[in-house]
């Protein structure tokens, strides 16, 4: 079984910032990446930010210079800087993990529960 807690998330004042975190836990055998999803009310799931196992971020335009994403791979982590946060940034903040629970089985999508981030205008 695979687990993916989020924490981090809240209410702020736009212009301020939020650090979001998300650490798997459970049976894997290797993750090839990690990311951060948004959904807000009657909007459709979006991209954030994703990070490989070696590195490599893709970032959605709309938040390229405000959030940083980076991981810890030891701790199976994956974490999010979110700064100059605006009212167009809230949103439910799903952690997001590609990875195989096993040496021949196939890559498969994972998915936290979820992080309210509110900010006020």
């Known amino acids: 079984q695979v687990q993916l807690v989020e924490s981090g998330g809240g209410l702020v004042q736009a212009g301020g910032s939020l650090r979001l975190s998300c650490a798997a836990s459970?049976?894997?055998?290797?993750?090839?990446?990690m990311g951060w999803y948004r959904q807000a009310p009657g909007k459709q799931r979006e991209l954030v930010a994703t990070?490989?196992?070696?590195?490599?971020?893709n970032y959605a335009d709309s938040v390229k210079g405000r959030f940083t994403i980076s991981s810890d791979n030891a701790k199976r982590s994956v974490y999010l800087q979110m700064n100059s946060l605006n009212a167009e940034d809230t949103a439910v903040y799903y952690c997001?993990?590609?990875?195989?629970?096993?040496?021949?089985?196939?890559?498969?999508?994972?998915w936290g529960q979820g992080t309210q981030v509110t900010v006020s205008s």
């Open positions: 997001n993990a590609v990875l195989t629970i096993a040496t021949m089985a196939p890559q498969r999508v994972y």
């Open positions: 459970g049976s894997i055998f290797s993750i090839r990446s």
């Open positions: 990070i490989t196992s070696g590195g490599s971020t």
